[in-house]
């Protein structure tokens, strides 16, 4: 079984940029929190993971054994994460003269306006501190990369996992060893991807406090505006130690944390993210199985979002987009 487990960038993250916002970014604010309140985390709430509700809760609960600066610091941090969160919802009041004027946009409905106004040389004062409180314009190379995307994923994950996990319980006698093992789903390496390091508890999903300013990294990563139409997979991998299926059981388990984690903290929507677990079945090392680089979790661009969700401009600058009728039935 793989141990400690953790993950690590194929292209290093860089946190974004901070000269334009005005709030704290996930990735400082995670920072903050992990690095004041580690060993209160460790000591006090083990098997919890890095949460507003849940987390927050047990910190609340475990205050008269909290260290003075881990009582100072969580309450800081927790609410700089929801500050950048609520930042987005005032996009659309603070930049609705140019959503309207300049982009043809209805209201403070932003989302479909939004490619537009980010695209205007000049826009008021209130509206860029607007954009940047919610770091659409943050400096990011990983979301460069990311965006990169040319052939959309055609694969069913959900049968993807059962084939992960068939194959992981084969005891064939001409089984192939674990660096000549082929790979489950080459489709996967063709899509702009990375990795990033992200430490575990021993055998479980729950990542250490070390590692929530990668999380929140990669957070502030996926609001870039680069990465807005698109949609992204969570891939866990494992080295080649312990029982194959295990492996993969625990792959899947840590994929869908970074998931929720990403979904429930930092609210990123649950349409752009999904989620699988290779465990040992396509090994990222093939020549070093027991490797560590084996144990990465990759971040991959999947797709992109249905222009009826993604945010967009609109097609006629300056005049509204037009309401198809509706169909009587």
Do not use: W
């Amino acid at each position: 079984m793989v141990r400690g487990g953790f993950i690590l960038f194929i292209v290093a993250l860089t946190a974004p940029s901070l000269a334009a916002a005005q709030t704290m970014s996930f990735g400082d604010g995670a920072a903050m929190l992990g690095r004041s309140c580690a060993p209160d985390i460790v000591a006090n709430c083990r098997g919890v993971n890095i949460d507003t509700t849940r987390l927050k809760d047990c910190l609340y609960r475990n205050q008269d054994a909290m260290s003075a600066q881990c009582k100072a610091d969580y309450p800081r941090a927790l609410d700089a994460i929801q500050k950048r969160i609520a930042a987005r919802a005032t996009v659309g009041r603070e930049c609705e003269y140019e959503v309207v004027k300049k982009c043809g946009g209805k209201g403070r409905e932003v989302s479909k306006s939004l490619s537009c106004l980010l695209a205007l040389p000049t826009v008021s004062a209130r509206c860029t501190k607007s954009i940047g409180d919610v770091g659409y314009r943050t400096t990011d190379d990983v979301a460069t990369k990311l965006s990169s995307l040319e052939t959309p994923l055609d694969l069913d994950l959900a049968a993807l996992r059962q084939q992960v996990l068939e194959r992981s319980k084969s005891r064939a006698k001409n089984e192939p060893p674990p660096q000549k093992r082929p790979p489950i789903a080459p489709e996967l390496t063709k899509l702009p991807s990375f990795n990033v390091d992200i430490q575990f508890d021993t055998d479980t999903p729950i990542v250490r406090p070390e590692s929530y300013q990668k999380l929140g990294q990669l957070a502030d990563t996926l609001v870039n505006s680069a990465l807005l139409p698109y949609t992204f997979v969570i891939v866990g991998h494992t080295e080649s130690t312990g029982r194959r299926e295990n492996n993969v059981l625990l792959s899947q388990r840590r994929a869908d944390a970074v998931r929720d984690i990403l979904i429930n903290t930092f609210k990123i929507s649950s349409k752009r993210l999904q989620s699988v677990g290779l465990g040992e079945e396509q090994l990222l090392d093939p020549a070093r199985p027991n490797a560590p680089v084996n144990n990465q979790t990759q971040i991959m661009t999947a797709a992109k979002v249905p222009e009826s969700e993604a945010p967009a401009a609109v097609a006629a600058k300056g005049a509204p987009a037009k309401k198809k009728p509706a169909k009587k039935r």
